[in-house]
Nanobody
Framework: VQLQASGGGLVQAGGSLNLSCAASGGTFGTTTMGWYRQAPGKQRVLVASIGSGNSVNYGDSVKGRFTISGDNAKNTVFLQMNSLKPEDTAVYYC??????????WGQGTQVTVSS
């Protein structure tokens, strides 16, 4: 399974970015797709996830500002990020889970929010 993420970049505080991640190769049985992020010197933490039944889950720090959505036919997940803050600066990693147990990760995309 390969994951290709795009959409990161530099934005001012209060701005918006939209990340996308497309999965390919052996995606049958996808149960979850989503995003983690890792800031310098910190652990990787969950940003948002979406299940095969479109159930969603968000990290506490992004609730009300970020929205995750998916296109099942294209095995693609999107992350709309609004009202960005400098503390949202991190490398964002797309992931997918196949059959509830096999996890795959994308290469990461940098998001930088300037104050």
């Amino acid at each position: 399974v390969q994951l290709q993420a795009s959409g990161g970049g530099l934005v001012q505080a209060g701005g918006s970015l939209n990340l996308s991640c497309a999965a390919s190769g052996g995606t049958f049985g996808t149960t979850t797709m989503g995003w983690y992020r890792q800031a310098p010197g910190k652990q990787r933490v969950l940003v948002a996830s979406i299940g095969s039944g479109n159930s969603v889950n968000y990290g506490d720090s992004v609730k009300g500002r970020f929205t995750i959505s998916g296109d099942n036919a294209k095995n693609t997940v999107f992350l709309q990020m609004n009202s960005l803050k400098p503390e949202d600066t991190a490398v964002y990693y797309c992931y997918t889970v196949i059959l509830y147990r096999h996890s795959y990760w994308g290469q990461g995309t940098q998001v930088t929010v300037s104050s």
